[in-house]
């Protein structure tokens, strides 16, 4: 049990040091941060050369296109549009349960809006319980299969299953959307072993290729987005050295250096203070490292007003550059954000079709045991799962 | 399915899960009209001797309150009265909330609450067919899960109300908004009646089962009498 | 149409049509009662209507005597469905209201016609049937098999009239009816005159008795008025005479009122003071307010006079009575009294001092040898004196020549000596019937000996408590209309077996037209519609009708036209 109470004063002054940083208050670097937005409001081109050229330590875009700090309002949703969503969910291999198996439940939303076809609401769970799902071979190494792994395989299979779902809506002649919940940038890639970052990508990209091949916008809408990209940008532009910023040479070192006063705002507080709702940000291009073996396809991403929040939207390319696809995306995801109370409806339909609950992951095991059982398979649980189950008094 | 290379050429139906309930719009268009025209009007999910509950083929088209319906199941046709109709969410931790739009923006706006909701009707049994004359015993056997739950045609209510025991049936059973599904399966037994020959016959079966009535409330006169003067309303409505 | 029972015979399982209800409980002793059907209407069931109980092996005849409206609950009635409510009304009927009829068996007969019962017909009830056996209506098949039906080989059933809201005949068994003494009971006004001409006619048609009728109010011979005319041609009804013609003579007492109502009378009747004897007065003493001393101061005469006590008194004037008193030895002051009083009949035209022409009686007795019934009429002298003395007399001498005439029967065994059966009509019978009077006279003498010397009685009276009982229960059959006081009923009732339930009955008949019929003529109690007095009935007993008449008159003038011309 978490003893509350012990933690709060700890949390108290952690917030009180983050809040204190260059003795400004939250609410001034707001307003710094605004002030430098507006600043490079039209010529964001210019502090794009600079991104460009400048190598800091912390996460920067590029600008795609601009205005910096204006909002641009939203199409009118399409008469007839069609949003597919999918979403994941798993059980994680536990070695205390009867047996090592794991499960990944990939929940479908296929919504039609301006025809009175009927929905698609459904999940497809799979079970993973062979030798090579067990104990991958990655890197010419076998391991046991870890959460993270299962984590990975079931984004995969979101992103792979909404391609698939998104170009068989199309083709059944339904103008489609695809979106999904969270990043189309997969961070953790960069730590994996080749072969595996090459299998991956390689699904991830055949997905993007599929939708784009079939005209197909997908985006992945990330709710509460704490990434502070867009302040380091304006950090940058802050930077008073030339051409370039070069904090490996940052001579305000141990001192309050000229790009703080932006510091530790993140992007959507930011953007809270420009965007109207349902109005999108400028676009701008991830660089994450993992994403030089996206290949073509790059992500992009914008800032958009959802209603109650300000969400980010994830984009490959190929959408970022088609201006109708880029409208198609931000007029649905504000359309959608407006049905689903100030999240889009779809994603959160698709969640709740993904989601595995206790009960359900209790009826899992159960059955498991009960087949074992039944067919005098040794159906040893470990204590800790037994103590995990019912804990008496 | 692994993840590996997408190849988009998979069909909607693909992406349908175990109960195939919700499919592509042509099918489902398809598959409707079939079952209409079966003239099912639900399905069985719950059942006991005495009651089930079935759930409507089409959401908000339960059968009326009092209607007599009949399920098909294991090679015999239970008969029962529809005592309980109900719409809800039919995932347990989703609640229906208010909008403020119409049916038909939501249908437009809101698609999948549709989907997520399902009608449900219980059905308070009777008794069952044996050779189109109607038994007034609970079935031996309760109804199947998945058994079809059709509609009684007017034949087949007239023989099952000629007797009146369905009244003590439906007087003595728990949990049953008696006075209200009486009068309900009263006034369904008449509309055979009236149609042939008049008020007379229609009149007549209410003195009849009146009478049975005034029998089986023997020691409730004011209930009776209620009852009774209820039923009289109906023919200044 | 038969069932087989367990012998293998088939049981006449005759179906009626017209079912009332169902026996729910009842005794033998206190009598059956039965839930009306819902459909039938309460105020079908009457009183005395007749009904058959259908048993398991036995159909039990019954009438019905009470009717009574219940409720399962009280609250019903706290809270009475309105007028508007009909639904509520016909759903309570036969659930939450019922009504209960009270049902008395009177006869029983076996179903099964191969049982050895059942060819003595119905029987006295001896059991009772089943919870819930079914209660039908009668049929004409059920009142025939009980009661005869007119036209018999034997010649004895004779109709008088219909059960209650039903078509059929009831009969009276003529043979049982001579046999015994007879009483016609009913209030003033509730026509026991007709009863009574009913009866005599049936009587005469048949041939079971020979009548004698004293006729007090001149209703009985020749016509008489009707009350209202109702659908009848004329306001009157015929007499016997009319009826019968030469099997009736008519004697009057009165012969200027007779003819003076345009009557021939057959004979004109005279007594002399010889005639009456000292019997014949004690009978009067309430009337004439005598006391018992002066009866026997009679007698004091009499020992003298013998016959011609009574002549001789009354030739006494003034203060000759007291000395004469003094001579015979009685009692001065009540033989002045007796004189006084019997002086009155020296007012009657019809006593003479001296018989002229034969004796009265004993053309009386011609023709009630000869078969010939015989009417007394009284024209104006209808005083209860008159009435009392000259009943009486007449009465008296004719017992005396029937007892010996039996007593011969029995010596000889010839049947040509066999006496006919005397049926003697009275009226106002409690006058000559009451506790004292029956002891005297010779009425009641002729009641208590039954028909030992061939001579019943039937009387007629509205108030039958005024009648010794003993003299009642000597009455074998009652036919009685609408009865209110409490001991009148009782007194009916006396003596008959089974007639528990009745008394709602009689006081429940229809003040005209109805009568309840018990005793020895029927097997069971009934109650009836009496038959019309009228056209048919006439026509039935043979006599001509209205229009046969005016038919012959007018062939007649057609004959005297062509036989002598034109007038």
């Not at chain 2, 592509?24 to 059942?47: C, F, K, L, M, W």
């Not at chain 3, 209407?41 to 036995?58: H, L, P, S």
């Not at chain 3, 005869?148 to 080989?153: N, R, Y």
């Not at chain 3, 026509?539 to 012959?552: H, I, L, P």
Request: hydrophobic residues 40%; aromatic residues 8%.
């Amino acid at each position: 049990m978490l003893d509350l109470s012990a933690v709060r004063c700890q949390i108290d002054s952690m917030v009180a040091d983050q809040a204190e940083v260059g003795n400004v208050t939250y609410e001034e670097r707001v307003e710094a941060a605004l002030a430098q937005l507006k600043r490079w409001n039209e010529d964001w081109a210019t502090l794009d050369e600079r991104l460009a050229q400048s190598h800091t330590p912390w996460q920067t875009p590029r600008i795609f296109q601009g205005p910096l700090a204006q909002g641009i309002a939203p199409p009118a949703r399409p008469e007839r549009l069609s949003v597919a969503a999918t979403d994941g969910s798993q059980i994680f291999p536990d070695r205390h349960e009867v047996s090592p198996c794991f499960l990944l439940n990939i929940g479908y939303v296929l919504l039609h809006y301006g025809t009175d076809d009927r929905p698609l609401l459904s999940s497809r769970p799979t079970l993973y319980w062979r030798d090579e799902d067990l104990f991958p071979q990655w890197g010419g190494r076998r391991t046991a299969v870890n959460r993270e792994l299962v984590g990975f395989r079931r984004s995969l299979l979101e992103l792979t299953e909404l391609a698939e779902l998104a170009a068989a809506s199309q083709a059944a002649g339904h103008p489609t959307v695809a979106l999904t919940d969270g990043t189309l940038v997969f961070w953790g890639l960069d730590a994996r072993p080749p072969d595996f970052r090459a299998a991956s990508l390689a699904a991830l990209c055949s997905a993007f290729d599929l939708l784009q091949s079939r005209g197909v916008p997908i985006a992945g809408y990330i709710s509460r987005p704490g990434s502070p990209e867009l302040v380091n940008a304006l950090r940058v532009g802050l930077c008073p050295m030339d051409e370039a910023a070069e904090c490996e040479r940052c001579p305000w070192l141990g001192q309050v250096p000229p790009c703080a006063p932006v510091e530790g705002v993140s992007d959507a507080v930011l953007f809270r203070r420009v965007l109207n709702p349902g109005e999108r940000s400028a676009v701008f291009e991830n660089r994450s490292r993992v994403l030089q073996d996206y290949g073509a396809h790059q992500v992009f991403f914008f800032y958009v007003h959802a209603g109650d929040e300000v969400g980010r939207v994830e984009i490959p390319r190929y959408v970022a550059q088609d201006k109708d696809l880029l409208e198609l995306v931000h007029g649905t995801i504000v359309d959608q954000a407006a049905k689903g109370r100030g999240y889009p409806v779809s994603l959160a339909e698709a969640h709740e079709r993904a989601v595995v609950r206790g009960t359900d992951r209790e009826g899992f095991y159960r059955h498991l045991e009960e087949v074992f059982v039944r067919h005098d398979i040794d159906a040893r649980v470990s204590r800790k799962s037994l103590r995990k189950r019912t804990v008496g008094v | 399915m692994t993840e590996g290379e997408v190849t988009g050429t998979r069909s909607l139906e693909s992406f349908v899960d175990g109960d195939g309930r919700f499919v592509p719009h042509s099918r489902a268009q398809e598959i409707d009209a079939n079952a209409a025209a079966t003239g099912r009007v639900g399905e069985v999910v719950e059942s006991s001797t005495t009651t089930l509950i079935a759930e409507a083929r089409r959401l908000h088209h339960a059968p009326d309150f009092g209607a007599f319906v009949r399920v098909e199941s294991d090679g015999r046709d239970l008969i029962g009265v529809v005592h309980n109709a109900s719409t809800q969410s039919s995932e347990p931790n989703r609640r229906p909330m208010a909008y403020g739009k119409t049916e038909a923006e939501l249908r437009a706006e809101q698609p999948q609450i549709f989907e997520l909701l399902r009608t449900q009707f219980e059905v308070f049994v009777l008794g069952y067919l044996h050779d189109d004359s109607m038994v007034h015993l609970f079935p031996p056997q309760p109804a199947r899960i998945h058994s079809f739950v059709f509609p009684c045609p007017v034949e087949q209510v007239l023989a099952v109300t000629e007797d009146p025991q369905f009244l003590r049936s439906l007087l003595e059973a728990t949990g049953l908004p008696t006075d209200e599904l009486l009068l309900a399966t009263l006034r369904h037994a008449l509309k055979g009646r009236a149609d042939e020959a008049g008020e007379t016959k229609a009149g007549q079966y209410l003195v009849r089962m009146g009478a049975e009535l005034s029998r089986l409330l023997r020691d409730d006169y004011d209930r009776l009498s209620s009852l009774v003067r209820r039923i009289t309303s109906w023919g200044q409505v | 149409m038969g069932k087989q029972n367990g012998n293998g015979h088939i049981i006449s399982t005759r179906h009626r049509r017209g079912r009332v209800g169902v026996v729910t409980r009842g005794s033998l002793v206190e009598g059956l009662e039965m839930k009306l059907d819902a459909e039938r209407n309460v105020e079908d069931m009457k009183a005395g209507k007749f009904v058959v109980i259908e048993g398991d092996k036995n159909d039990f005849f019954s009438m019905v005597t009470d009717m009574r409206l219940d409720a399962t609950n009280s609250e019903i009635l706290l809270h009475p469905p309105d007028r508007s409510d009909e639904l509520l009304r016909q759903v309570l009927a036969g659930t939450g209201t019922y009504n209960i009829v009270s049902l008395r068996p009177m006869l029983m007969m076996p179903k099964d016609p191969m049982s050895r019962d059942f060819d003595d017909g119905p029987r006295p009830v001896k059991a009772i049937p089943s919870h819930f056996s079914l209660v039908q209506e009668a049929e004409e098949e059920d009142v025939t098999r009980i009661f005869g039906k007119e036209g018999d080989a034997e010649g004895k059933y004779f109709s008088i009239g219909s059960p209650l809201d039903m078509d059929t005949q009831v009969c009276i068994d003529m043979v049982r009816f001579a046999e015994r003494s007879n009483g016609i009971f009913g209030k003033t006004g509730t026509g026991k005159s007709f009863l009574t001409r009913l009866v005599l006619s049936g009587l005469i048609h048949y041939d079971r008795a020979v009548n004698l009728i004293f006729d007090m109010h001149n209703e009985y011979g020749w016509k008489a008025m009707k009350e209202s005319s109702g659908k009848q041609t004329s306001s009157f009804v015929k007499g016997l005479k009319q009826l019968f013609g030469d099997r009736v003579a008519i004697f009057s007492l009165d012969p200027k009122s007779t003819r003076a109502r345009g009557i021939q009378p057959d004979h004109e009747v005279y007594i002399s003071f010889d005639q009456i004897a000292v019997e014949d007065i004690a009978p009067l003493q309430d009337e004439l307010k005598l006391n018992p001393t002066a009866v026997e101061s009679a007698y004091l005469v009499y020992a003298i006079y013998k016959d011609a006590w009574l002549r001789t008194l009354l030739s006494l004037e003034g203060p000759d009575v007291e000395e004469f008193a003094g001579e015979i030895g009685a009692h001065a002051g009540s033989l002045v009294a007796l004189h006084r009083k019997l002086k009155r009949l020296e007012n009657f035209p019809f006593m003479v001092k001296k018989m002229e022409g034969a004796d009265c009686v004993d053309r009386i007795m011609e023709h009630l040898d000869a078969g010939i019934n015989v009417v007394l009429e009284f024209g104006q002298q209808t005083s209860m004196l008159c009435y009392l003395l000259v009943a009486n007399v007449l009465a008296r001498r004719i017992h005396e020549t029937y007892v010996k005439k039996s007593e011969r029967f029995y010596a000889t065994q010839r049947p040509e000596d066999k006496p006919r059966q005397l049926m003697i009509t009275i009226e106002e019978a409690h006058k000559f019937l009451n506790p004292s009077a029956a002891k005297q006279t010779i009425f009641g003498t002729i009641a208590r000996e039954m028909r030992k010397y061939y001579v019943s009685l039937l009387i007629v009276d509205q108030r039958p408590s005024g009648i010794d009982d003993e003299v009642l229960s000597q009455i074998g059959t009652r036919i009685t209309a609408l009865l209110n006081d409490e001991k009148d009923i009782a007194a009916v009732l006396t003596g008959v077996n089974g007639t528990e339930g009745l008394r709602s009955v009689l006081a429940s008949l229809d003040s005209k037209q109805q009568a309840l019929v018990l005793g020895h003529a029927v097997p069971m109690p009934v109650v009836i519609k009496t038959r019309e007095y009228g056209e048919e009935f006439y026509k039935a007993m043979g006599a001509e009708s209205v229009q046969d008449a005016d038919t012959r008159r007018e062939q007649a003038e057609q004959e005297r036209e062509l036989l002598f011309g034109p007038e």
